[in-house]
């Protein structure tokens, strides 16, 4: 199902250019007192399809459903550009109308815009409509889904705007789509030109390409004013015209009341004044509204998460701390808008202080610094402090911090954890464990050969023995803090740098206890003579000969009843030594000996059989039974294991938990645990060559 994304995911307000058609006439009645009728519009805002929008990846659609229309009134411009000059006129009815959202109106502005739309449309240009609506919630729907919106039914990828809250609508001229048009008839007459009309029709295509509902003209032809006059000339249904000097005398009276608008706001309140002229006040109500705007304010609170674009949230905290710290492949953890959101809400990065602030900020807390660590602290992980305020619901969490640092601490963990040297994961299998009991594995041996069956048909019984090999998980791990130094000096690199620590030291020390077990042992009763897999002498040396001789003893090792156990080599494992000539064995189709006395066939026999695993912890002089010339031949771990890794419920990665350090402690710890155990399993998995006498 698609899931819903609250206004802090959602991209920037929408802007949707929409297939539209639109309807302008100025066959209105009069005004009251005999003033000129003004032009008016009609238009089917937004069809209900999907558009492309700027700063969407996918299509976009709207749901007209879920449209909040705040008022009949919304103001008509050009190309949402809010500057005075730009108005075009005001709507007096919005509706959503057979899947479509229509706009009527009357073109109310004495503005340069107001006029390049109306002549505009007379000599025939295309205008399209275009809404801008506060985006309060969608939701994606992803490939190979489909939803149903405005009646129709559509195909992902798309996202669909569930919620929104209409702005203002414009005249463009250039849709969404560049496949439609809106077709706009102006038609006149010279006999039409006695008595003036005007009605401008349009009609447009759907973003599928069929065609939608046609306004069809008036029964009486329309007719536009003389090209000569600067605005358009309405008439009253009756026929009666109203001079030049009449609407000379009315755009007088506009311009003096725009003047004395701007004069009365003096540049001082753009808010107030953008108002004025698009709500036709007076003089004296502007004069009203700048007083009150113009009388002191009490001080400012600063209040956090104020719009769609400056609200924080959990995803998106988590993504500005890994954008910050420059993680790898961010792209693939989070979708595009969170991390859009994040990029914009913090541009620059986060450090640790804002992010501890926006937490305590979302729990309740209500101060504005970071002065009083302590109280930030308790309430970004939502513990009781007396800076808690009622709307928190007394403390209740709506961000959980210890689980945000905990997800951005574990991908850092992960990165410290695979950095180091993971040879081991190569040669040994891996068990899955549910407690931290000694658990046994049984490998079945015995007469368990197929016997021939007799002419009635009876099965005869085998005899089956077993060997056991056990292994069993204990707990490893560590505690690190970040101190109020961290968090005053504002370090987001505490929260990076502990946690690869962390990573890297459960990395560390899973190598430590595998070969520890592993070189320890080799030595021993596990490789050994007696074992008949382990070779000692100069011939034991890695090269073709040392290698076919290794290959040899590894075939003719038997199970409990003397037969060949029926596995094959797979792996030549050896330290840093000797990892040029381990390669040359894996890869060369020739090797060549330059000595004059040396007779040596140049081809490769074992080029391409095994793998080459290259371990420098083998030679390493911490280990005992350590050797820069001993190597092993072993069997794939996932036919003959030599060496066992468990984990406790498959858990192969460490884990690492956040929380408020304790009382003595002023900051945040952080530990890491990793429950896994390692064992040495079957002898015959591998075959030990000394490489010296």
Request: glycine share 10%.
């Amino acid at each position: 199902m698609p899931q819903a994304i609250q206004p802090q995911q959602c991209a920037k307000p929408l802007e949707l250019t929409a297939v539209c058609e639109f309807q302008i006439t100025a066959s209105a009645q009069a005004g009251d007192g005999g003033a000129p009728a003004l032009p008016r519009f009609r238009m089917v805002a937004y069809t209900g399809g999907p558009m492309r929008v700027a700063g969407w990846k996918f299509p976009v659609i709207v749901d007209l459903a879920g449209l909040d229309i705040p008022s009949q009134n919304r103001p008509i411009r050009f190309s949402h550009d809010p500057s005075a000059g730009s108005g075009i006129g005001h709507s007096d009815a919005v509706r959503v109308e057979a899947g479509q959202l229509i706009a009527t109106g009357v073109v109310s502005r004495d503005t340069p815009a107001a006029k390049e739309v109306v002549v505009s449309s007379k000599n025939g240009f295309p205008w399209q409509a275009s809404i801008n609506a506060s985006v309060d919630q969608f939701e994606f729907v992803a490939e190979n889904k489909q939803v149903i919106v405005n009646g129709r039914t559509f195909d992902g990828p798309v996202n669909v705007v569930r919620k929104a809250t209409l702005g203002e609508i414009s005249f463009v001229d250039l849709g969404a789509d560049g496949k439609t048009s809106a077709q706009i008839a102006a038609r006149q007459t010279l006999s039409q030109l006695e008595n003036p009309t005007m009605t401008l029709n349009a009609s447009d295509t759907t973003a599928a390409g069929a065609p939608s509902p046609v306004t069809e003209p008036p029964a009486t032809p329309p007719a536009v004013a003389a090209a000569a006059a600067p605005v358009i000339a309405a008439a009253s249904p009756a026929g009666e015209q109203h001079t030049a000097d009449q609407i000379r005398a009315a755009a007088l009276a506009e311009t003096t009341r725009i003047t004395s608008i701007r004069r009365i706001c003096a540049g001082k309140y753009g808010d107030v004044e953008a108002k004025a002229i698009g709500e036709g006040w007076d003089a004296t109500k502007t004069e009203l509204e700048v007083l009150r705007a113009s009388r002191p304010q009490a001080p400012g609170i600063f209040v956090p998460n104020l719009t769609a674009d400056q609200t924080a949230n959990g995803s998106m905290l988590e993504a500005a701390c890994l954008l910050t710290a420059k993680l790898d492949h961010v792209e693939k953890l989070y979708d595009e808008q969170t991390l859009d959101a994040a990029s914009k809400r913090f541009r620059g990065g986060i450090g640790l202080q804002e992010l501890l602030m926006e937490a305590a900020w979302a729990n309740g807390y209500n101060g504005r610094n970071f002065r009083d660590p302590r109280n930030v602290l308790r309430c970004a992980f939502g513990l009781d402090s007396p800076m808690n305020v009622a709307a928190s619901g007394g403390g209740v969490s709506t961000i959980d911090i210890g689980g945000i640092l905990s997800n951005v601490a574990n991908k850092f963990l992960l990165d410290g954890f695979f950095s180091v040297e993971r040879v081991w994961r190569n040669i040994c299998a891996v068990r899955n464990v549910s407690d931290f009991k000694t658990v046994t594995s049984y490998r079945l041996i015995g007469n368990d050969q197929y016997e021939k069956v007799a002419p009635s048909g009876e099965l005869k019984h085998g005899t089956l023995g077993n060997e056991t090999y056990t292994n069993k998980a204990d707990t490893y791990g560590l505690m690190l803090g970040i101190d109020r130094r961290d968090m005053i000096n504002d370090d987001l690199g505490a929260i990076t740098t502990v946690p690869r620590k962390l990573g890297r030291g459960s990395g560390l020390k899973i190598n430590d206890v595998f070969w520890t077990m592993f070189i320890a042992n080799s030595g021993g009763a596990f490789f050994a003579a007696g074992n008949k897999n382990y070779l000692t002498g100069t011939d034991t040396v890695l090269s073709i000969d040392g290698l076919t001789k290794a290959e040899v003893a590894f075939l003719e090792q038997v199970d409990g009843d003397g037969k060949p156990i029926g596995i094959m080599p797979a792996i030549v494992l050896v330290p840093t030594a000797l990892s040029a000539i381990g390669t040359q064995l894996y890869k060369s189709v020739e090797l060549r000996d330059t000595t004059a006395s040396t007779k040596y066939p140049i081809a490769n026999p074992h080029q391409g059989k095994f793998r080459v695993e290259v371990s420098r912890y083998l030679a390493n002089s911490q280990y005992t039974g350590n050797s820069s010339k001993a190597w092993y031949l072993l069997a794939d771990p996932n036919d003959l294991p030599v060496i066992e890794v468990a984990f406790l419920n498959g858990q192969e990665s460490p884990t690492i938990e956040t929380a408020e350090a304790n009382f003595n402690m002023l900051g945040i710890q952080m530990r890491g645990y990793h429950d896994f155990g390692v064992n040495l399993q079957d002898p015959r998995g591998g075959v030990k060559s000394k490489g010296e006498a």
